[in-house]
């Protein structure tokens, strides 16, 4: 069965440094997405990419991150000054028709800002 | 105003019980609801997906969406053991534009059904 991978599995930087999450989606899938999720609390929604270009943000996506589809297989987001409350589970997900049933996410980065 | 509730619980049951998990919102626009189970260190994987009000049946599983009371559940009959996973609701407003659907999560129900 085809998946959402996301590498690595578990980051640990230090506070100020950019980093960069990886996620390759499934092949022929055209929405793609980044969720987190902080310990103990709900995922969270942050970013929707369609076209090559974000189509929707919440809040929490401010000026810190950002997200690429580089060479059309891969998909990262970055933050570029990481702080102590951006540790979190990211998963990235994408859907072929946008629609909420074929939703696939990957297994996320766990990031650990120290 | 929170958006989304859900009773982390732990819930413990034992082998072979029907598990009820539920999930109520504040948002009326919400139109389209599912429930994800999450392993330890795992992404979330659809489970059951309802558009609009109504019940939905899917082996030992049943989801149900109440609008007017802004309440869904999902019954799981016979529980195994292999069940024990966090349960997590979750719900959208639909498409925006070329958003596709940004979903909007509970907080997660911890199931543990004992052998």
């Known amino acids: 069965e085809p998946e959402v991978t996301q590498t690595p599995s578990h ?9 960069i999450l990886r996620c390759v989606p499934i092949s022929n899938h055209l929405y793609f997405y980044w969720y ?29 991150f950002s997200v690429e589809r580089p060479d059309g297989s891969n998909f990262t987001l ?14 990235c ?19 650990t800002v120290v | 105003q929170k958006e989304v ?4 619980g732990p819930l413990s049951v034992p082998e072979g019980a029907i ?4 999930c109520t919102y504040s948002n009326s626009a919400f139109q389209y609801f599912m429930w994800y189970r999450q392993y330890s260190r795992k992404g979330p994987e659809l489970l059951m997906y309802t ?3 109504g019940n939905k049946e899917d082996g030992r599983f049943t989801a149900q969406v109440d609008k007017s009371s802004k ?3 999902l019954f799981i009959r016979d529980s195994q053991p292999s069940d024990s996973a966090t349960y997590l609701c979750a719900m959208s407003v639909g498409p925006n534009s070329n958003s596709g659907y940004a979903l909007n999560f509970g907080k997660g129900t911890s199931l543990l059904v004992t052998p």
Request: aromatic residues 12%; glycine residues 8%; proline residues 1%.
């Open chain 2, 51 to 53: 558009y609009s009000s």
């Open chain 1, 93 to 111: 997900a994408s859907t072929l028709t946008g629609s909420n049933y074929g939703y696939t996410f990957g297994s996320g980065t766990r990031l």
């Open chain 1, 36 to 64: 987190r999720q902080i310990l103990g609390q709900k995922v969270e929604f942050l970013v929707s990419f369609y076209n090559n270009e974000i189509s929707e943000k919440s809040e929490i996506f401010d000026d810190q």
């Open chain 2, 19 to 22: 598990v009820s998990l539920n």
């Open chain 2, 71 to 73: 309440y869904i559940s």
């Open chain 2, 5 to 8: 509730e859900q009773d982390p």
């Open chain 1, 11 to 19: 980051q640990v930087t230090q506070m100020g440094q950019e980093v």
């Open chain 1, 78 to 91: 970055k933050i570029r000054s990481t702080k102590l409350e951006d540790s979190a589970m990211y998963f």
